[in-house]
């Protein structure tokens, strides 16, 4: 779990990645869904938000790397890991 940048987002959202092999975020204020990042195969076992870029990277049990970018479409870039 972890709170999203000061400078970018006023540390407005706290996000997790959860067993359910997603990425969950919420309005820190309103407790309110705001996002659930679906590509993992496996629990996601870390997240961080990116130092300076509106960005959220993801690991999974699965082996996989993943950044989630502010696209409207929350298209995601992976990469395995050996």
Same mark, same amino acid.
């Given at each position: 779990?972890?709170?999203?940048?000061?400078?970018?987002?006023?540390?407005?959202?706290?996000?997790?990645? =959860?067993?359910?092999?997603?990425?969950?975020?919420?309005?820190? #204020? =309103?407790?309110?869904? #705001?996002?659930?990042?679906?590509?993992?195969?496996?629990? %996601?076992?870390?997240? =961080?938000?990116? *130092?300076?870029? *509106?960005?959220? %990277?993801?690991? =999974?049990?699965?082996?996989?790397?993943?950044?989630?970018?502010?696209? *409207?479409?929350?298209?995601?870039?992976?990469?395995?890991?050996?």
């Amino acid at each position: 779990m972890g709170f999203s940048l000061v400078y970018s987002t006023g540390q407005k959202y706290i996000y997790t990645g =959860s067993y359910d092999s997603s990425v969950y975020i919420y309005d820190v #204020v =309103s407790g309110s869904l #705001v996002e659930k990042l679906k590509g993992h195969q496996l629990a %996601v076992r870390d997240c =961080s938000w990116h *130092p300076f870029d *509106p960005a959220l %990277v993801s690991s =999974s049990w699965d082996g996989r790397v993943a950044k989630w970018t502010s696209n *409207p479409d929350c298209v995601q870039e992976t990469s395995d890991v050996d």
